[in-house]
C-alpha cells in the first residue's frame, strides 16, 4: 500500500520563497533590519564569497544564494533574542557542529555559512515553543496539495488519506514552533530589502528537501502553512 513519504524536521538549511517588506526602512547597504540592528550587504557578501573561495573548482557544487544567507543571519538574530544563553547548570541539547549540516547545505564545514547555521540550529533547538498545535483543515490539504506537487505523495493517493498519516507529533510541534519563530519576527520588527522577497524559513520539510511547514521573514506572523517557491 502507498504511504505519504514521511515529513523530516529541520531547523534550517534553505531559504524558500515567501513574503514582503515589512514596514517601509531601505538604506543602501543593507538587506535586513532586526529592531535597530542592520545586516549588511557586504557581510552577505563575504559570507557568499567565503562558500565559493572554499568550494574552489567543484562543478557540482552550487554556492550558497544571498537569500539562503539573509535568511539564516536574520533568523539566528530573531533567535538570540528570543531564546538567551541559559543560565549555568541548566541542562541544554547539545551542540550541533558545522560538520552535521555541511552536506545539506553543500558547503564545507569550515565555511562562515555552515558555522553561523549551526549556531542558529543550536538556538532553535532550545526554543520553548509551547504546547503542539492541531492543523486545521485548510492547512493539512495546504500540506497534501504540495507534497503532491512535488511527488513526495503519490498523485493518485487519497488526500484524506494522506493528511491522516500527516497529522501527527511532527506536523503539531512544527506549527507550535512556527507560531513562536513568527511571532517573535514580528516582535523584533523584522524588515528585509526587496531585492530578497519574497523569503522564507523552513521549518518542516518533506524528504526531497520539500518545505511543508515554514515561517514567513519579514512580515507579521500568519497562521497559513506557507510555503511559496
Same mark, same amino acid.
Given at each position: 500500500?502507498?504511504?505519504?513519504?514521511?515529513?523530516?524536521?529541520?531547523?534550517?538549511?534553505?531559504?524558500?520563497?515567501?513574503?514582503?517588506?515589512?514596514?517601509?526602512?531601505?538604506?543602501?547597504?543593507?538587506?535586513?533590519?532586526?529592531?535597530d540592528?542592520?545586516?549588511?550587504?557586504?557581510?552577505?557578501?563575504?559570507?557568499?564569497?567565503d562558500?565559493?573561495?572554499?568550494?574552489?573548482e567543484?562543478?557540482e557544487?552550487? &554556492?550558497?544564494?544571498?537569500?539562503?544567507?539573509?535568511?539564516?543571519?536574520?533568523?539566528?538574530?530573531?533567535?538570540?533574542?528570543?531564546?538567551?544563553?541559559?543560565p549555568?547548570? /541548566?541542562?541544554? &541539547?547539545?551542540?550541533?557542529?558545522?560538520?552535521?549540516?555541511?552536506?545539506?547545505?553543500?558547503?564545507?564545514?569550515?565555511?562562515?555559512?555552515?558555522?553561523?547555521?549551526?549556531?542558529?540550529q543550536?538556538?532553535?533547538?532550545?526554543?520553548?515553543?509551547?504546547?503542539?498545535?492541531? &492543523?486545521?483543515?485548510?492547512?493539512?490539504?495546504?500540506?497534501?496539495?504540495?507534497?503532491?506537487?512535488?511527488?513526495?505523495?503519490p &498523485?493518485?493517493?487519497?488526500?484524506?488519506?494522506?493528511?491522516?498519516?500527516?497529522?501527527?507529533e511532527?506536523?503539531?510541534?512544527?506549527?507550535?514552533?512556527r507560531?513562536?519563530?513568527?511571532?517573535?519576527v514580528?516582535?523584533?520588527?523584522?524588515?528585509?530589502?526587496?531585492?530578497?522577497?519574497?523569503?522564507?524559513?523552513?521549518?518542516?520539510?518533506? /524528504?526531497?528537501?520539500?518545505?511543508?511547514?515554514?515561517?514567513?521573514?519579514?512580515?507579521?506572523?500568519?497562521?497559513?502553512?506557507?510555503?511559496?517557491?
Amino acid at each position: 500500500m502507498q504511504r505519504a513519504r514521511r515529513l523530516v524536521s529541520i531547523p534550517v538549511i534553505a531559504a524558500v520563497g515567501l513574503l514582503a517588506l515589512a514596514g517601509c526602512r531601505s538604506e543602501p547597504g543593507v538587506a535586513a533590519y532586526i529592531g535597530d540592528t542592520k545586516i549588511t550587504e557586504d557581510r552577505v557578501t563575504a559570507i557568499v564569497d567565503d562558500a565559493t573561495t572554499q568550494l574552489g573548482e567543484n562543478a557540482e557544487a552550487q &554556492p550558497p544564494t544571498r537569500a539562503m544567507v539573509v535568511s539564516t543571519l536574520v533568523l539566528r538574530e530573531v533567535c538570540d533574542r528570543l531564546n538567551p544563553v541559559p543560565p549555568a547548570g /541548566q541542562p541544554t &541539547p547539545p551542540p550541533v557542529s558545522p560538520e552535521q549540516l555541511s552536506q545539506n547545505l553543500g558547503v564545507p564545514p569550515t565555511t562562515t555559512l555552515a558555522k553561523e547555521s549551526a549556531e542558529l540550529q543550536t538556538c532553535l533547538m532550545r526554543i520553548q515553543a509551547g504546547p503542539p498545535i492541531a &492543523p486545521s483543515a485548510e492547512q493539512l490539504a495546504d500540506v497534501v496539495t504540495r507534497g503532491k506537487a512535488a511527488g513526495a505523495i503519490p &498523485p493518485d493517493f487519497p488526500a484524506d488519506q494522506a493528511a491522516a498519516q500527516l497529522d501527527g507529533e511532527q506536523l503539531r510541534s512544527a506549527l507550535a514552533s512556527r507560531k513562536a519563530i513568527s511571532e517573535a519576527v514580528d516582535r523584533y520588527h523584522v524588515t528585509v530589502n526587496p531585492r530578497y522577497r519574497p523569503l522564507e524559513f523552513p521549518v518542516l520539510r518533506f /524528504q526531497g528537501n520539500v518545505t511543508a511547514v515554514g515561517v514567513p521573514i519579514g512580515e507579521a506572523a500568519s497562521d497559513a502553512v506557507i510555503d511559496r517557491r
